[in-house]
């Protein structure tokens, strides 16, 4: 299994942390990769136009999450704002190989019109389906997402997952992507935090629920990166 973890370069703390709670819950070896969005286009694999209207810069690279894993088993794409506090091949035993991909079934209406750094809430089918996907290298459907297909496609096309039949779409558990201030704060804590409203690395996300857990794994980070 391996994990590509949406870069964004007003947020690499997010990543950073998001990369390094992955390693922590994980035995030695898990394949963590930033998906940046320049160095995929210095190598030819991402040439749509500048969207200005994104709200990140992985919005439409996540989906050559599988090329770049060489549609090689099942890969994981995740968006830099979450936290992980469980081993991520925890999840291997959720995964049905009939499927293309499997991801959190999200149905709900954001609480906020406008998330993260001021940027727009936008409501849409299967919001937030793709923030977390595992697709499934070896299925017909993830063959075809090329870099041809993934830089011509439309964004929606993409996002609602309409290059894969709806049967081929296996739902996983709410704690792979909990998404903190749209549900209640459950009795167990999730095995991925998605804080997709803004997290505490935004001053005005400082409260958020599991702000103190993302802190403290940004903690731990900071001391590795300092005595490395």
């Known amino acids: 299994m391996k994990v590509y973890v949406g870069y964004d370069s007003r947020e690499d703390i997010a990543w950073q942390v998001c990369r390094h709670s992955l390693l922590r819950h994980s035995a030695p070896g898990l394949p963590v990769y930033p998906l940046r969005q320049t160095t995929l286009r210095e190598l030819g694999l991402y040439s749509r136009p500048v969207d200005a209207k994104a709200s990140t810069e992985f919005s439409i690279t996540r989906f050559l999450t599988p090329f ?4 090689d088993g099942w890969s994981i794409f995740t968006d830099c704002d979450f936290l992980y506090t469980a081993d991520i ?7 049905d190989p009939s499927k293309a991909i499997c991801v959190v079934q999200h149905d709900y209406t954001p609480a906020l019109a406008i998330k993260m750094d001021g940027k727009a809430q936008h409501v849409y089918p299967r919001k937030n389906w793709s923030s977390f996907i595992a697709f499934n290298g070896a299925h017909p459907a993830v063959k075809a997402l090329t ?6 496609a439309e964004p929606a096309y993409l996002h609602r997952f309409t290059w894969a039949d709806d049967s081929a779409i296996g739902a996983l558990d709410l704690k792979w992507n909990f998404l903190v201030g749209e549900y209640p704060k459950p009795a167990a804590t999730p095995a991925a935090i998605h804080y997709t409203n803004g997290g505490p690395w935004f001053d005005n996300h400082v ?10 794994e940004r903690d731990r980070y900071l001391k590795t990166a300092s005595a490395a």
């Open 89 to 95: 091949r925890e999840l291997e035993k959720s995964l």
């Open 68 to 71: 770049l894993a060489a549609y």
């Open 147 to 152: 870099p041809s297909l993934v830089n011509s």
């Open 207 to 216: 409260d958020v629920d599991y702000g103190d857990l993302w802190s403290a």
